[in-house]
């Protein structure tokens, strides 16, 4: 199994810049990608960027040209500058990985991010 852990959450000036990080451990060597997500009060979990382990990337267009995501290793991270308002929600870590014949995903616990001045 994947486990993992986020982190560098927390209360950001609109215009600003914030990094959080997701550490994962456990089986890492059967990850295939991993990403984030967020889900803003009452609103569903969407996918905000996505890496795979050949290094490939997406990035939901509501982020495109302020978000970015890259990854060392057992770690990805979430570059965001030019934060806005609505970016404020609860952001995941998100792992795609293999046990056996079985695709599976594991979620971390969730970091909040809030956007206000």
């Known amino acids: 199994q994947v486990q993992l852990v986020e982190s560098g959450g927390g209360l950001v000036q609109p215009g600003k810049s914030l990094r959080l990080s997701c550490a994962a451990s456990g089986s890492v060597f059967s990850i295939n990608a991993m990403g984030w997500y967020r889900q803003a009060l009452g609103k569903e979990r969407d996918l905000v960027a996505r890496?795979?382990?050949?290094?490939s990337t997406n990035v939901a267009d509501s982020v495109k040209g302020r978000f970015s995501i890259s990854r060392d290793n057992a770690k990805v991270y979430l570059q965001m500058n030019s934060v806005k308002p609505e970016d404020t929600a609860v952001y995941y870590c998100?792992?795609?990985?293999?046990?056996?014949?079985?695709?599976?995903?594991?979620w971390g616990q969730g970091t909040q991010v809030t956007v206000s001045s």
């Open positions: 890496i795979t382990s050949a290094g």
């Open positions: 998100n792992a795609e990985y293999c046990s056996g014949i079985h695709r599976l995903v594991s």
